[in-house]
């Protein structure tokens, strides 16, 4: 059955920092996509990143990155040199061909910076 | 490009009223429209996914006499939450997919507290 998996629950660093959330998926499907969402104390989910099965390219945007591994079935999103701002719920996410694209969230992670 | 709306933003009702929260995709046409409810520390739960013109399809376990969902046209949805009770408080989110059925746009949320 298809699955997310964020075995962190909460994670706190000290300012400057780098920090790696985890996502571990489960899916029968060849066809699904991948995401992670910030959720900042406000709610509002804010895509960060869009990733499909067939892509497992690697993908750096300023301090972030991912890590799409479809080996281990995971999804890792890495923050380098943390900083306050980016305290929130971090949710990955999986949407799948033969779910007709329901996303299926995972638990989230709690980041908090601290300066 | 690909803004939901929805409003209100926040609401408090008394116990025993009804509530209606709206879902509009702004610049864009909306094939489906999903809404989710978050509690407290939680993870997004899908409640229900719907079409223009069809009814609502209920993820199990969600009261569709309690939640009413209707999907009026391209770029309207709305959810009413009838006979509202202190449980129901929560944060209400809604999204939308456009021609791409893979990724959804999420609204703001909207925050209900029934006293």
């Known amino acids: 059955a298809q699955k997310v998996t964020q075995a962190q629950t909460e994670i706190s660093v000290v300012e400057k920092e780098d920090v790696t959330l985890d996502c571990v998926y489960e899916t029968r499907d060849t066809t699904y996509y991948l995401f992670w969402y910030k959720q900042p104390p406000s709610g509002e989910l804010v895509f960060l990143i869009r990733r499909n099965s067939f892509d497992e390219q690697n993908e750096i945007s300023g301090r972030y990155s991912w890590n799409f591994q479809k080996s281990t079935s995971s999804f890792n999103f890495t923050i380098t040199a943390s900083q306050v701002v980016d305290s929130a719920v971090y949710f990955c996410?999986?949407?799948?061909?033969?779910?007709?694209?329901?996303?299926?969230f995972g638990t989230g992670t709690r980041l908090k910076v601290l300066a | 490009g690909a803004v939901v709306s929805q409003h209100p933003s926040w609401v408090i009702c008394k116990s025993g009223t009804s509530v209606k929260i709206e879902c509009r995709s702004l610049?864009?046409?909306?094939?489906?429209m999903f809404w989710y409810r978050q509690f407290p520390k939680q993870s997004l739960m899908l409640m229900a996914t719907s079409n223009e013109g069809s009814k609502a399809t209920y993820e199990q376990g969600v009261e569709k006499d309690k939640f009413l969902i209707n999907h009026a046209s391209l770029t309207l949805s709305t959810l009413t939450v009838t006979s509202a009770h202190p449980e129901d408080s929560s944060f209400y989110i809604c999204?939308?997919?456009?021609?791409?059925?893979?990724?959804?746009?999420f609204g703001p949320g909207t925050r209900l507290t029934v006293t």
């Open positions: 996410a999986l949407s799948e061909q033969s779910g007709t694209y329901k996303y299926i």
């Open positions: 999204s939308a997919t456009g021609t791409e059925s893979y990724e959804q746009y």
């Open positions: 610049d864009f046409q909306a094939t489906t």
